[in-house]
């Protein structure tokens, strides 16, 4: 069974600060995802990493995936209170054209001014 | 905007009715899912589709059934309806981006079951 284990689960953190969110998983995958979720609201996709390696970054943002470690992060570069939302990471578990994502449990990050 | 809608967006029922969630896309997407969010649990996997009258259960299918008569409809049925089905629900379509599929997802049902 795919477990997806996110750390921390809630994160407090100044204005202007580094910080990096931490995404494991237990089997093998290649297909990692991050949303964000808003109080009350839908989520929204940030980034799709599709393999060993893969970076992307947009704005204070930037996501990466070892699929040895089996270990994404997501990095927030001088965060400012915009980003305060939860953010999920999810791995796809099949290799066809659907996927069945599994979803970590989040991390509840707030930003303080 | 992945052309998702859901309806109703907020129910509030009683134990052992039937409750029929519905999931509207407008854009011809083949793979559509539902899942539900409880605190703690982060999202999970209750059914899928991959196509007309193509379903398959998740990880939490227990107590859900779902049918997908057209393309554009995805509908999920509480048969009788549980406090532990209190729940946020969530329907997302598979959009290829980039060549892979991504999961876009409506903006969520919230069910209060009493």
């Known amino acids: 069974e795919l477990k997806v284990e996110q750390n921390p689960l809630f994160l407090s953190m100044q204005e202007g600060k580094n910080y990096t969110i931490y995404c494991n998983y237990s089997t093998t995958s290649d297909r990692l995802y991050w949303y964000r979720q808003d109080p009350g609201k839908s989520l929204e996709s940030l980034f799709v990493?599709?393999?060993?390696?893969a970076v992307k970054q947009e704005g204070r943002l930037m996501a990466s995936l070892d699929t040895k470690a089996r270990l994404s992060t997501l990095h927030i570069t001088a965060a400012v209170h915009d980003l305060s939302a939860t953010y999920f990471c999810a791995v796809d578990k099949t290799n066809f054209g659907n996927e069945k994502l599994t979803f970590g449990t989040g991390t509840r990050l707030t930003i303080i001014p | 905007d992945a052309g998702i809608t859901q309806s109703p967006r907020h129910k509030v029922t009683e134990t052992g009715t039937p409750v029929t969630l519905r999931c509207h896309q407008t854009e011809n997407h083949r793979y559509m899912y539902w899942y539900r969010q409880d605190p703690g649990h982060g999202l999970r996997l209750i059914h899928y589709?991959?196509?007309?009258?193509?379903?398959d259960k998740g990880e939490v299918s227990d107590g859900y059934s779902v049918s997908r008569s057209k393309t554009e409809d995805f509908l999920l049925t509480l048969e009788s309806a549980t406090s532990s089905q209190t729940s946020v629900y969530f329907c997302a379509i598979g959009q290829r981006r980039g060549g892979r599929e991504t999961q876009y997802f409506g903006p969520g049902t919230r069910l209060l079951v009493l």
């Open positions: 589709s991959y196509g007309v009258k193509d379903t």
């Open positions: 990493l599709l393999s060993n390696g």
